[in-house]
Structure formats: structure tokens, C-alpha cells
């Protein structure tokens, strides 16, 4: 009995070994930006489709070549609430403006992958802040809290815009993760002069996200794959999984918003947005789907229509 016990003990520990070290991979292989982009170096996850789309996408290369002109250094912002110093890309336009728009990039891209957003806002006649998100470009950190810290250095440039402008307007526009980021800003307490919200394809929660993808990315189950990474970022004092929910956040939003989704979107499963939009509390809200866009495309699938519906969606607090 004593030697069958012994031996169940050291299955159970060996199981539980591997357990964990399943999830350490998948956590760095998903969390830690830099150890992802060098996977993504590979090829592995390229599409051809979305590389032939892209060269061919004029949109996209004028917002780039303006944002290269632009040459902007980041901003440096003490955060409080995160302990160590955030950055950004801040302009300004020529005729001083109370409208103000942030907006956020995604999982594993940058400030200038929201080079079109920007230049668009930029045009309008907006100032426009647009931050590096945990664990990219200029952020200190290597690792991503796929918004949930996040949220906490936006509210740090609401201040940083309050400080310098007490009639500001603004509107806060994520695509993807900065979409998620978008819906978990709106879920705090934050102030009035945050008018309009407009997320982007973005998901319900980490959790369903990461549990949609990886079986496309690492060919693995969702669990215990999922499961075990979030416990690793937990003991590495990192973020819950399950604690990263715009759906959660939606829910005591009061910020008008605007959700857009690509119907053709298999990275952000196109299925997360009506839950969302359901969920949302916000006394206004509209949906806007883009009929075969893939993932954090719906703006260059369908330009035109996708700018008419947020000027006339923000148009009403702006």
C-alpha cells in the first residue's frame, strides 16, 4: 500500500510538473511580445492573403509615410497607478482644438500600426495621443496584460489631456487588444469629458481569446493549455486571464460607444461583438459589421463607410 501510494504521489507530482511547464511556454509564448514577434519572424502565421492585401492597401501606406513625416518622439508620463513611466506619440494640430482622441494599438503592433487612425483623427481637427501598450515599443515591461494594465496608463493620459485642456472632448479608439482596452476604460470611473468610445474587433475577454487561438497557433486543446498558462501569469505576478473582460467592463460603461467588427475575422472570432454590444450598459450604442474584413482590417475593407459611421457616431458628442 505504502509503495502504491508512493508511486501515485510521484505520477501526481510529475503531472503536475509538466503541467506547469506546459503553461510556461504557452505564457511566454503568447505574454512575452518579443519572444512572440520572433516566433511570428518565422513565417508560421503569415497569410498570404492578408500580405497581398496589405501591399495593395493605400490607406494603410499614406497613414505610415505621414506618420514617418510626422517624426514624433515619445512623450514620457509618470504613471502612479503603474508604478513607472508610460509613453506615447502626442500631436498636436495647428489650430488649437478641445477634441481630443486616443487611440490605442493592438496585440504585438505599435503606435505607427495606428498610423491610418491617427491621421484620420489628425485631420479632423483632433489632438491625438497614441500610447505603447504594456510590454511594447518604449514600455519598460516584456510582457503584455492584453489590456488590463492597460486600462489604468489611459487613465493616466485622460489626466495627462485634462491637465492641459479642462474643456477637452475625448474619444478613446482601440483596434483589437487596444479595443479590449477601450471597453475596460469605459468600465471605470472616469470623467465626463470622455464623450464617445469606439472598439474596434476587439474580444470578450483574454481568456475566450486565448482560448479561441491556440489551436490555430500551437495546434493544442484550449484546456488544460489556457488554464495552466493563466496560472503562470498569476505566479509571476502578472495578470488572471479571466480578470481581463470587456464583457465585464461593458456592463457598467456609461460612455457612448461604437462597436465595429470584421465578418471575415478569425483572430478575434467576429462572434465576440454581439455579445459585447448586448452586454454594454452605455446609454448609446451601435454596432457596425464589415463584411468580409479580417482581423483589425474593417477600416480599409470598406474605408468609406467605416469613417461615415464613427464621424456620425461621434459626431453627436463631439
Known sequence: MGKAIRKAIKIAAGAGIAYLALGEIVYEGVVNIGFNQFIRKSGAFDSKEEAEFYDECIPDKEGKEWYDAMSAGDTQLWSDRIHRSTYAKVYFPEEKSDKWAIVIHGYTSSPRGMSHWAKTYYEMGF?????HMIGHG???????SMGYYDKLIILDWIDYILSLNKNAKIVIHGVSMGAATTMLVTGED????VVAAVEDCGYTSCWDEYSSQVGPMFHLPAYPVVSSANIISKIRGNFDFKEASPIKAVVKSKTPTLFIHGEGDTFVPYSMMQPLYEAC?????KMLSIPEAFH????FFDNELYWNTVKEFIGKYI
Open 127 to 131: 489632438n491625438v495621443i497614441m500610447p
Open 138 to 144: 518604449s514600455d519598460s515591461s516584456h510582457y503584455t
Open 190 to 193: 472616469i470623467p465626463d469629458n
Open 281 to 285: 450598459a452605455a446609454p448609446d450604442k
Open 296 to 299: 483589425a482590417a474593417a477600416a
